[in-house]
């Protein structure tokens, strides 16, 4: 998918979406390949205030440059756009849930970090401090499902394409507030 046809997708599932700078050409590419993309990865920020959230996502910090995603799922619903192309979100992971993911099926425990899912993997960032306290506001819940929806229905990918990153990465806890269960469930009903 090009940056073009991504931007197409997000706003043709009605999403309000925030084009940062030149989110189109601002990757990673030069550390290695983007693709092939086999699916959607959710985060959580750990960051409090949406502009400070996106550039942060945007820029990155030390030890870790950006963009840190393609998208910035805000509080309030939209969809920061601050990166496409390789971006510093997924790190390494699980071999078996990228096979799994690919042929979207249930996933197995992420038992193992033997693979780059920087190169596998859209990454959507959203605001939350990550502590299971800080509430998800209904209209980013609903940002989230669309945004993780466009991308699937421009694959032809089911609901099984997208994973949080607490399922790809041993450790990580990440999006806490929700479950990845009943968010698929949501981008099945969507995609239907």
Known sequence: MSASSFLKALKAEGLTVVQVGDWRDHNRNHKGPWGPVHGVMIHHTVTKGSARTVDICRKGYEGLPGPLCHGVVT???????????????????????????????????????????????????????????????????????????????????NERSVIGHLEWQPGKVDPRGFTMTSMRNRIRDRLK
């Open 75 to 157: 509080k309030d619903g939209k969809v920061h756009l601050v990166g496409y192309g390789r971006a510093n979100h997924a790190g390494l992971g699980d071999d078996d849930v990228l096979r799994a993911v690919i042929a979207e099926k249930a996933l197995p425990r992420d038992n193992e970090a033997n693979t780059d899912g920087n190169r596998h993997f859209y990454g959507f960032e959203c605001e939350n401090l990550g502590d299971g306290d800080d509430p998800w506001p209904a209209a980013q819940l609903e940002a989230i499902e669309r945004a993780a929806a466009a991308v699937c229905r421009h694959h032809g990918w």
